[in-house]
């Protein structure tokens, strides 16, 4: 069987996925894989690509929500801080729609293909936050088409970036492009956190067969050092029978 070449990143806004999915990303172009980056081809496309067109990639750098079709409408509209209010359950339907779609295109074709996934947030990104925002069992999240379908291929190898939420709420105020989003607040940072370290969640993934580990990216860890220890991370992975 084809290992599972899935890599889920997940964390708090600002604790280093990007920089961590970054660095997969430039591994596989070291070693002169066509990489398809899903991110800019949905932004010129408003699209996804079909999975014929996948195939034709060694490795595809995805994130959630995904730039086109639902997930534009999440990004612009769902989770900015506008005053309109969209319930937790509504945000949650709308996130594993985004996810199922994304899924049925490209991952589940590229997972099965053995390609080389790298992605940030997904189906954790669910199950950390909209119980945070409203009162929602997990069970009714895993119900959802799109999170089911996500659980069904789950990630070979889930990375969660750990930092502390006060550090995350000083990077996230040094950025020149603001989000603006309803999530942007201390104390809500701090209960994601311990939502992301949490056992419950690490028991989930690894029941469904990822591997778990914990990547700290706060101070005084540089950039270069977290990618180095990421790639460390996901080559021993590889490494392993």
């Known amino acids: 069987m084809t290992k599972n070449k899935f890599v889920m990143v997940d964390g708090l806004d600002g604790s280093g996925k990007g920089t961590i999915v970054d660095a997969l990303q430039k591994w596989a172009e070291l070693k002169a894989m066509k990489v398809l980056d899903l991110r800019s081809y949905c932004r010129e496309n408003g699209t996804f690509p079909e999975p014929e067109e996948v195939m034709q990639y060694d490795a595809v750098v995805s994130a959630e ?40 295109r490209v991952l589940i074709p590229a997972i099965k293909a053995g390609k080389y996934v790298f992605q940030e947030r997904g189906i954790s990104s669910s199950l950390v936050y909209q119980p945070v925002q409203e009162h929602i069992q997990l069970s009714e999240l ?10 069904q291929f789950a990630p070979g190898l889930f990375i969660v970036a750990t930092v502390k939420p006060e550090t995350v709420m000083g990077r996230l105020g040094a950025r020149p492009k603001k989000d603006y989003s309803i999530f942007d607040s201390l104390e809500f940072q701090r209960n994601l956190d311990s939502r992301f370290r949490s056992d419950w969640l690490r028991q989930l993934l690894e029941q469904h067969g990822s591997k778990v580990i914990y990547l700290s990216t706060d101070e005084p860890k540089t950039v270069d050092e977290t990618q180095k220890e990421a790639v460390k991370a996901f080559e021993d992975f590889l490494a392993q029978k």
Do not use: W
Not at 142 to 151: D, F, P, Y
């Open 65 to 104: 929500p995904t730039f086109c079709l639902v997930g534009k409408a999440i990004r612009e509209e769902l989770v900015r801080a506008t005053g309109r209010h969209y319930s937790a359950m509504s945000l949650a339907q709308a996130f594993a729609l985004d996810r199922e779609i994304l899924y049925k």
């Open 142 to 151: 895993i119900r959802l088409a799109g999170n089911k379908t996500a659980l």
